[in-house]
């Protein structure tokens, strides 16, 4: 599984580097063709490890309920978020990942409901839904990718 800590922490520095240098305007921008913007693919991608991890295995989120229910599937930009809210997300980019290393080596997720995702996933244990969190965020990656070219030719 520290393999699959060493991605999650790799694809969260990438999703830092866009939010350092993408420029605000750019960030909150969303293309003709898309239903979402840059920010809300990494916010979403900040909130879904506590939707499959901790409350799949019916324990408290470790981050804020409202950022949860704001950018969780299903959800859409609402405007753009405060500074306060950005630096939240920023910092959780990376001690959200070490909080869920702490909680599976201490063995924390031990009662884990049973889902199928969207993409059909079917998801049976902690270790299921942290391998499909790796594929969950290279698809955001990829959308975020898609969303720079479009605002860089739009």
Same mark, same amino acid.
């Given at each position: 599984?520290?393999?699959?800590?060493?991605?999650? !922490?790799?694809?969260? =520095?990438?999703?830092? =580097? *866009?939010?350092? $240098? #993408?420029?605000?305007?750019?960030? *909150?921008?969303?293309?003709? &063709? *898309?239903?979402? $913007?840059?920010?809300?693919?990494?916010?979403?991608?900040?909130?879904?490890?506590?939707?499959? !991890?901790?409350?799949?295995?019916? !324990?408290? *989120? #470790?981050? @804020? %309920?409202?950022?949860?229910?704001?950018?969780?599937?299903? =959800?859409?930009?609402?405007? %753009?978020?405060? @500074?306060?809210?950005?630096?939240?997300?920023? #910092? /959780?980019?990376?001690? =959200?990942? @070490?909080?869920?290393?702490?909680? /599976?080596?201490?063995?924390?997720?031990?009662?884990?409901? %049973?889902?199928?995702?969207?993409?059909?996933?079917?998801?049976?244990?902690?270790?299921?839904?942290?391998?499909? $969190?790796?594929?969950?965020? &290279?698809?955001?990656? &990829?959308?975020?990718?898609?969303?720079?070219?479009?605002?860089?030719?739009?």
């Amino acid at each position: 599984m520290d393999k699959i800590f060493d991605i999650l !922490l790799k694809n969260r =520095t990438i999703l830092h =580097t *866009f939010l350092q $240098n #993408t420029p605000k305007e750019d960030l *909150f921008k969303i293309p003709e &063709g *898309f239903n979402n $913007n840059i920010w809300w693919n990494i916010a979403h991608v900040v909130v879904t490890p506590q939707l499959l !991890l901790y409350k799949l295995s019916g !324990l408290d *989120f #470790t981050i @804020e %309920e409202e950022l949860v229910n704001k950018y969780k599937k299903g =959800t859409f930009p609402e405007g %753009e978020p405060s @500074e306060a809210e950005m630096e939240k997300i920023m #910092t /959780y980019l990376f001690s =959200t990942v @070490e909080q869920i290393q702490q909680d /599976y080596e201490r063995g924390t997720f031990k009662n884990f409901q %049973e889902y199928m995702t969207t993409p059909k996933v079917g998801l049976n244990s902690v270790e299921d839904a942290l391998q499909f $969190n790796v594929f969950h965020e &290279g698809l955001h990656l &990829g959308s975020i990718l898609a969303l720079k070219r479009a605002l860089a030719s739009g």
